[in-house]
């Protein structure tokens, strides 16, 4: 019998379990299929999320032929399984919103004592607004956005998990301060991200100061450690706790360069995972390629703050024209965030990174802001009131209000009758308007819609 903490993944046939439970553990060992009925009992295995290590069960006991008779269905093994777990992770499918069984599964687990943690898998893309927000009405809380088949919102996922799995406070380096995590003198979580070469570990290395992290080819004293923590002395002469989050560039010299060119991309999603605030460093003499564009594309998927920081700036040639060339390509190639801050540095000199560390804190300050509602009702009136919604159709849309649902990143709600019609522009209308006039600077916000019942 193993002494690992348990989860039990509970939901619906199709939802996505085994694919998350294969994920989870690591081989395939559950059976994927579409087929809905393939009998499958409970499985079990050892999982790692992002070095937190559990037990995990697979049930199956929601999926025999009767798709009405719930206790005919629940299987003794499956409320063995959510009854001796620790968590029982419920797993919607959150593009087709919530069905009868599932709202008949979370009345079940209400009744029991497993502390729930509604996920909502199939997060990936719009397809999945629509079911995140009636995912709410389950009683759970907000639901962690995950893609099981993407490998998307782990982080999140982690997140949730970890308070109802810690049984030894020092097994795992993220967990204490993410209690008050909101709080802004908790460290920042920093991952310094970019292509080989951009000047990553030199960078961190100039940071802190010292050559502490690579030394060599046999390096690899950070190899098994997820986070650094040091203190960055302000110009100001306060001292902030900055969490530096393992990226390649941190692990570099142990790894063999061809495959490090494969690995950007992949261990920057790593690195995004866990970071508040990521800042993706540019080679000057090299500029903006596709590769970066990606990397700053996926930080803002992950709903992380972003800073674009040019390193080698000692030795840039032309550097008005540069910047200018990397500003433009920037918000030409990221649709979602324009104005990103741009900050020039190097690593070499040291100029430019205590204005680098100062926007990193800044920009967390953005992304964790929560606007009041007096504020953001009176911002949302005005609004509407200088550029009305559009009538498709001859008929108007109605927005109704306004509300921020989350913060870390900034989250809002849009109310209102044919919200779904709204056109995108709109919708970018009052998007850019909030990060402008509310101060969220480059932050990514989100806006979803819902049409009151
Ligand atoms: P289970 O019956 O709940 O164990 O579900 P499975 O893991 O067998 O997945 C059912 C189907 O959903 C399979 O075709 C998966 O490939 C698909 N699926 C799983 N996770 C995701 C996801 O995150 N996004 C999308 N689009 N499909 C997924
Ligand atoms: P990484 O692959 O992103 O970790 O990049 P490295 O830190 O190994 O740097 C790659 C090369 O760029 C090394 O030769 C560094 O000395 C050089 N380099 C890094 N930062 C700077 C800088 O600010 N100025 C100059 N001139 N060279 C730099």
Redesign the pocket.
Known sequence: MSNLPTVA?I????????????RLVGKRL?????M?GVT?DRREGDASLLGLDFRIV?T?GF?EEDPESLPGRMRAQTEAAVAGADVALF?I?A?AGVVPLDAEIARWLRSGATPVVLVA????GRAAEAGLIEAYELGFGEPVQ?????G?GLADLFQELLPHLERDEDDFALDEEDQDEDSPDAPLKLAIVGRPNAGKSTLINRMLGEDRLITGPEAGITRDSIAIDWQWHAPDGVERAVRLIDTAGMRKKALVKDKLEKLSVADARHAIDFAEVVVLLLDATRGLEAQDLRIADAVLQEGRALIIALNKWDVAQDPSSLFNGVRGALDEGLAQVKGLPVLTVSAVTGRGLDQMLKAAFETREAWSRRVSTGQLNRWFERAIETNPPPAPGGRRIKLRYLTQAKTRPPGFVLFGTRVDELPESYRRYLLNGIRRDLGFGAVPVRLTVRAPK
């Open positions: 993944i939901g619906r046939p199709n939802v996505g379990k085994s694919t998350l439970f294969n559950a059976l994927v299929d579409d809905p499958r697979d199956a999926e797993m499918d593009r898998n199939k997060a990936e995950m893609s099981a088949e993407h998307e």
